[in-house]
């Protein structure tokens, strides 16, 4: 019932700037943290970014500084600002939701399908 849908991926040269969203909808509770994690083309997914729902964030070291993760919860939605981009940031990129009731009280998690985000040289 509930659904993870991300936008905003494509094809963008090194340097450039794209913006993630991803909307969630459904039957869900209450969202805890929000997150985006990638998976590059012949490595493991890895974590990306994640913003707990009072808006605490966390970045992985690769990407500090030039990507910012933000959510509205009264949207339901999460976002992630990819600014100068480098071909190393190639990967699908996917949004996760957990689902929770507090801060300890754990019901579920949910991912997207993925969005394809391509950097050039």
């Known amino acids: 019932q509930v659904q993870l849908v991300e936008s905003g991926g494509g094809l963008v040269q090194a340097g450039g700037s794209l913006r993630l969203s991803c909307v969630v909808s459904?039957?869900?509770?209450?969202?805890?943290?929000m997150g985006w994690y990638r998976h590059p083309p012949g490595k493991p997914r890895e974590l990306v970014a994640d913003?707990?729902?009072?808006?605490?964030?966390n970045y992985a070291d690769s990407v500090k500084g030039r990507f910012t993760v933000s959510r509205d919860n009264a949207k339901n939605t999460v976002y992630l600002q990819m600014n100068n981009m480098q071909p190393a940031d190639t990967a699908i990129y996917y949004c996760?939701?957990?689902?929770?009731?507090?801060?300890?009280?754990?019901?579920?998690?949910?991912w997207g399908q993925g969005t394809q985000v391509t950097v050039s040289s």
């Open positions: 913003i707990l729902s009072g808006g605490k964030t």
């Open positions: 996760n939701a957990q689902e929770v009731v507090s801060t300890t009280g754990w019901l579920g998690e949910y």
């Open positions: 459904g039957n869900i509770y209450s969202i805890g943290a």
